[in-house]
Nanobody, 114 residues
């Protein structure tokens, strides 16, 4: 069982940056593949970035070159550094832990607006 708590969301102007954090409790964080997903109003939840237990990353085309996912297996935390934010990045961002089972956090709101 893994519990996930996201933080770091908020209101930011276009072109700005935010860093999201997802703190995991429970055992075995380092063996989980971790992902950040987002869901905008009226849209399906979509994968933003993913990092495997071995550190391999992949990104949605819409965020490549702007977002960076990383993990700290000592702090049991996964991060999403978001730069050059655009209004279309506005969404609720969710953290996911996946191995045999999938676990989700409660989400953190990101609003990009002037």
């Amino acid at each position: 069982q893994v519990q996930l708590v996201e933080s770091g969301g908020g209101l930011v102007q276009p072109g700005g940056s935010l860093r999201l954090s997802c703190a995991a409790s429970g055992s075995g964080f380092s063996i989980y593949d971790m992902g950040w997903y987002r869901q905008a109003p009226g849209k399906h939840r979509e994968l933003v970035a993913h990092i495997t237990s071995g550190g391999t990353t992949n990104y949605a085309d819409s965020v490549k070159g702007r977002f960076t996912i990383s993990r700290d297996n000592v702090k049991n935390t996964v991060y999403l550094q978001m730069n050059s934010l655009k209004p279309e990045d506005t969404a609720v961002y969710y953290c996911n832990a996946q191995r045999v089972y999938s676990f989700w956090g409660q989400g953190t709101h990101v609003t990009v607006s002037s």
